[in-house]
């Protein structure tokens, strides 16, 4: 099973920068894509950033803050966050999609971003 861990949250001050890391592992196949989710207490997970092959994808209203890239070799996806706001907070999740079009149905813990004054 796919296993994926989540790290780089905290709190930070309105207009700050953070970046997040996810390692995964266990996949007995290469990852074709990857991606980014948040959920805020009270929401559903909505998708904040995908990367693939044929390139990457944004929600809407962080298009231009953040940035997602992946190191291949490491098996290892970032979200590079800048200009964040407190609309931002909430905990952070990435899961993987191999080269079978299957998306992971195992979640990491999470890591949680919280932006506050």
């Known amino acids: 099973q796919v296993q994926l861990v989540e790290s780089g949250g905290g709190l930070v001050q309105p207009g700050g920068s953070l970046r997040l890391s996810c390692v995964a592992s266990?996949?007995?196949?290469?990852?074709?894509?990857m991606a980014w989710l948040r959920q805020a207490p009270g929401n559903e997970r909505e998708l904040v950033a995908t990367?693939?092959?044929?390139?990457?994808h944004y929600l809407v209203s962080v298009e231009g803050r953040f940035t997602i890239s992946r190191d291949n070799a490491k098996n290892t996806v970032y979200l590079q966050m800048n200009n964040l706001k407190p609309e931002d907070t909430a905990v952070y999740f990435c899961?993987?999609?191999?080269?079978?079009?299957?998306?992971?149905?195992?979640w990491g813990q999470g890591t949680q971003v919280t932006v506050s004054a």
């Open positions: 990367i693939s092959g044929i390139g990457t």
């Open positions: 266990g996949s007995g196949s290469s990852i074709d894509a």
């Open positions: 899961n993987i999609r191999d080269r079978l079009g299957r998306w992971s149905s195992t």
